[in-house]
């Protein structure tokens, strides 16, 4: 657990150095919910991994209170993706932030790996429609 907690922090603090791809190609937006159980995700990480021919790199958004948006500047293409979600500890999306740590204690629990580094999840972003992809995860048993 202790290794996951400094991954999901290498990771944060990544995020904003890897962007998102500026090629040349009509960009989309896309936005929707992560739920556990039919309950909002508190915090996490989303991550859009091009596939099946999408050009781009891959794009991550911070998940707050069940919701993400990718706007156009971000750029993500039509086409296919493979989707990671991580849950993120109470607190670290602040302390990436550059504030405080939050001294609250939760019951956190990690998101089960076929959401994230073993991720089966997919969806499919059009160029001229609105893009709205909602995902249910569930926790690691």
């Known amino acids: 657990m202790i290794h996951s907690r400094y991954l999901i922090c290498a990771i944060l603090c990544l995020t904003p150095t890897l962007g998102c791809s500026t090629q040349t190609i009509q960009n989309v937006a896309a936005h929707g919910s992560v739920t556990v159980a039919k309950t909002p995700l508190p915090e996490g990480l989303i991550t859009f991994v091009p596939c099946n021919g999408t050009p781009g790199k891959k794009c991550s958004v911070v998940i707050t209170d069940g ?7 971000q ?4 086409g296919d993706y493979r989707v990671e979600i991580m849950g993120l ?4 999306k602040s302390m990436a932030e550059g504030q405080p740590p939050s001294h609250h204690r939760t019951n956190y629990r990690e998101i089960a790996p076929e959401y994230n580094e073993k991720s089966t999840l997919h969806c499919t972003l059009q160029s001229s429609q609105d893009n709205q992809a909602d995902f249910n995860v569930q926790f690691v048993r």
């Open 67 to 73: 919701r993400y948006a990718f706007d156009s500047a």
């Open 75 to 78: 750029g993500l293409a039509a």
């Open 89 to 92: 500890p109470p607190g670290i």
